[in-house]
C-alpha cells in the first residue's frame, strides 16, 4: 500500500490550499481516512477524519475552516483547507486505516505566512 499526497505550499494568511492523497494497492471504501499534522518540535495531531458511511469529525482549532472529503472512484482522500493560519503551519500526513492496519503518507509541508 502507498499513499501519495500533493497539494501543500507556501500561502499567505487567510489563502486556501487543497491536498490530495492518492492510495495505491488498497481500497478506499471500506476504511476510515485521515489527515493529521505535526508542526516543529510537536506531536503528531488529528486534523480531520472520515469513516466509510460519511461521518465525519474535526480538530475544533479547524471546524469550520477544513473540510476532509473522498472520492472512491478515484482512491484519492482530499482536505480542503480555507482561511488558513500561521498556526496551520505544520506537514501534513494522509492516514488510511483499514482492519487493524495503517497506512501513512510522507508527508506534505504546509506553511502559512502572517
Known amino acids: 500500500v502507498q499513499l501519495v499526497e500533493s497539494g501543500g505550499g507556501l500561502v499567505q494568511a487567510g489563502g486556501s490550499l487543497r491536498l490530495s492523497c492518492v492510495a495505491f494497492?488498497?481500497?478506499?471504501?471500506?476504511?476510515?481516512v485521515a489527515w493529521y499534522r505535526q508542526a516543529p518540535g510537536k506531536q503528531r495531531d488529528l486534523v480531520a477524519a472520515?469513516?466509510?458511511?460519511?461521518?465525519?469529525n474535526y480538530a475544533d482549532s479547524v471546524k469550520g475552516r477544513f473540510t476532509i472529503s473522498r472520492d472512491n472512484a478515484k482512491n484519492t482522500v482530499y482536505l480542503e483547507m480555507n482561511n488558513l493560519k500561521p498556526e496551520d503551519t505544520a506537514i501534513y500526513y494522509c492516514?488510511?486505516?483499514?482492519?487493524?492496519?495503517?497506512?501513512w503518507g510522507q508527508g506534505t509541508q504546509v506553511t502559512v505566512s502572517s
Open positions: 492516514n488510511v486505516h483499514f482492519l487493524i492496519m495503517d497506512y
Open positions: 494497492g488498497t481500497d478506499l471504501r471500506s476504511a476510515i
Open positions: 472520515e469513516r466509510s458511511g460519511g461521518t465525519t
